[in-house]
């Protein structure tokens, strides 16, 4: 692991390289999939708990990090909601030339289906503009809702998140 965690609160791609909740480049262009990037082993599964596709397991030793078996992952969001760290996301690579990234998301008002917004990575740097494709807070997500973006398919192992244009 880099010490970009420690020193600066955030993941470089080289942390995800080998993480077991992160599928292959060729899953993730069959449809969308979950991405675990959770690599610190700390006491936690609720990830394990939320699936029902038996697609995320943890095992017996409760800091083991969350092993993805992608080829169960329906890319359905429950572990995306159920995940108290915000640190797992949905990716979709079988859009053409754009990927679908799917986030936890826990401000008011959601985003609007259509909306323009900045891309950002997981420093919060800006990489360019973004469509909200859908933003869905349900009961059984227990108050994270989820918001999807679309963006250019070489970002959607970058962005994380996104920033509201100002008006």
Known sequence: MSDCLKTNGYLLMEDLANAPGVPSAERRKQGPVAIFECIQEI???PCEQACDKDAVRVGS???DRPELNAENCSG???CVSACPGQAVFI???SKGDEAYVTLPYEFLPLPDKGEIVLALD???S???EARIVRSRLLDSMD???QVTMAVPLEWS???RFFKRKEA
Do not use: F, W, Y
């Open 76 to 78: 359905c969001g429950k």
């Open 126 to 128: 800006v990489l360019g």
């Open 91 to 93: 990716v979709d690579e």
């Open 61 to 63: 030793k409760i800091t």
């Open 43 to 45: 006491p936690c599964n």
């Open 157 to 159: 192992m970058q962005a």
């Open 122 to 124: 997981r420093s919060g």
């Open 143 to 145: 108050r994270t809702a």
